[in-house]
C-alpha cells in the first residue's frame, strides 16, 4: 500500500467523525483532500445539515466544488472539530504544519476549535520534532533582515519557493522561510523565540493542541490517543 493509498485510508476515516449538526473546521493538504471528499459523500447521501470552516483556498475551492456550506471562522460561534494533516508528530502528539503553506490560518482555526484531530500516514511520526524543515510565516518587508537573523541562530533557513521557483507566497500574501533544524529540543522555547521576531506572522509549530491522531497503517488507520 502506498503512501496516498493510506492518506485515503484515514481521510475516509476521519470523515465519520462528523456528526450531524456540527461545524468542523477543515484544514488543508492532500490527506485532509480525501476527508472531504468523503465528507461531501456523507453530506450527500446521509442528509447531513454540516458547516465547514476551510484553513485555506484551496480547500476553500474543494468544499465549494462539492456543495460544503461554508462560513468563516468569524461568523461561527464555535467549531466542534477540527480534522487536519500533520507533517510531522513527535510520540507526545506535538506537532509541525505548513507544509501546504496554510499554517496561519490552520493554527487560527485550530485555536478556536473546541477539539482537533490531526489524520496522517504513518511516515509522519518521530520520536523527535525537527526532521521536517520548520515552515515560518513572515512578513515580506524585512523578510532578507529576518533570514539572516534566522542564519546567525543556526536555525538554516530557505525561502520557500513555488514549483515555478519563484518565492512562495501564501493565501495572506506572505512568505514561508522553512528552518532545517534537524532536531528541536525544546519545542516551547523555539516556539516563544519564534513569536517574539517582529515580522513573524506565525510559525508551524502546533504545541499542545491534539490529543488525538488517526494513523494509517497498511493494516488498517489506528486511532493513538495521548496519554
Ligand atoms: O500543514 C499542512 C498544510 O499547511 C498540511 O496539513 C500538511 O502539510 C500535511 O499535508 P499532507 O496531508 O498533504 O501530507
Known amino acids: 500500500m502506498d503512501q496516498n493509498?493510506?492518506?485515503k485510508l484515514v481521510?475516509?476515516?476521519?470523515s465519520k467523525w462528523v456528526k450531524d449538526g456540527m461545524?468542523?473546521?477543515l484544514g488543508t493538504g492532500s490527506t485532509v483532500k480525501f476527508m472531504v471528499d468523503a465528507l461531501a459523500r456523507r453530506i450527500k447521501n446521509e442528509h447531513l445539515s454540516i458547516t465547514g470552516v476551510v484553513t485555506s483556498n484551496a480547500t476553500a475551492e474543494q468544499a465549494n466544488a462539492l456543495n460544503i456550506p461554508l462560513k468563516s471562522v468569524d461568523e461561527v460561534a464555535k467549531i466542534d472539530l477540527t480534522i487536519d494533516g500533520a507533517d510531522e508528530i513527535s510520540r507526545d502528539f506535538q506537532g509541525i504544519k505548513g507544509g501546504g503553506a496554510a499554517l496561519l490560518f490552520e493554527k487560527i482555526?485550530?485555536?478556536n476549535s473546541r477539539r482537533n484531530l490531526w489524520i496522517v500516514d504513518q511516515s509522519k511520526l518521530s520520536e523527535r520534532l525537527g526532521s521536517f524543515p520548520l515552515p515560518v510565516e513572515v512578513i515580506p518587508y524585512g523578510s532578507k533582515k529576518l533570514f539572516s537573523k534566522f542564519a546567525k541562530k543556526g536555525y538554516a533557513p530557505t525561502f520557500r519557493l513555488d514549483n515555478t521557483g519563484q518565492l512562495k507566497y501564501t493565501d495572506s500574501n506572505n512568505l514561508i522561510i522553512d528552518l532545517h533544524l534537524k532536531e528541536i529540543e525544546h519545542p516551547h522555547t523555539l516556539a516563544a523565540d519564534l513569536s517574539n521576531q517582529v515580522g513573524v506572522v506565525e510559525h508551524g509549530l502546533f504545541l499542545d493542541m491534539v490529543n488525538t491522531v488517526i494513523v494509517g497503517?497498511?493494516?488498517g488507520p489506528k486511532v493513538l490517543t495521548a496519554r
Open 109 to 111: 482555526v485550530a485555536v
Open 5 to 7: 493509498e493510506l492518506k
Open 11 to 14: 481521510g475516509e476515516e476521519a
Open 217 to 219: 497503517y497498511p493494516e
Open 23 to 25: 461545524t468542523v473546521g
